[in-house]
Nanobody, 124 residues
Framework: QVQLVESGGGLVQAGGSLRLSCAPSGRTFSTYVMAWFRQAPGKVRAFVATISRTGASTSYTDSVQGRFTISRDNAKNTVYLQMDNMKPEDTAVYYC?????????????????WGQGTQVTVSS
């Protein structure tokens, strides 16, 4: 069983930045494809970004392309989401997710493990 713990959420003004971190438990972090999803009030959980096991490949949803950066440090067992030039529509609970295998997918159903979520609020 993998436990995922997110941190770094908070309140930021539009145009500002935040960095989220996710630290899975266990010693097999490098074997998981990692991703970030978000869920705004009244909406379904939506894909934000995903990163390959080595960190060499990434994918983003169109609305965050060029503003958000997903990265990972396998030596530190941590995945990050750097969020720059944030907008009020980025307000949501952000979830870290992990999946076994080596294929980066954007569907929430494809992920095996989830964190508890961290609130991100962007004020206008």
């Amino acid at each position: 069983q993998v436990q995922l713990v997110e941190s770094g959420g908070g309140l930021v003004q539009a145009g500002g930045s935040l960095r989220l971190s996710c630290a899975p438990s266990g010693r097999t972090f490098s074997t998981y494809v990692m991703a970030w999803f978000r869920q705004a009030p009244g909406k379904v959980r939506a894909f934000v970004a995903t990163i390959s096991r080595t960190g060499a490949s990434t994918s983003y949803t169109d609305s965050v392309q060029g503003r958000f950066t997903i990265s990972r440090d396998n030596a530190k067992n941590t995945v990050y989401l750097q969020m720059d030039n944030m907008k009020p529509e980025d307000t949501a609970v952000y979830y870290c997710a992990a999946r076994n295998g080596n294929v980066r997918l954007t569907s929430a159903q494809a992920y095996d493990y989830w964190g508890q979520g961290t609130q991100v609020t962007v004020s206008s």
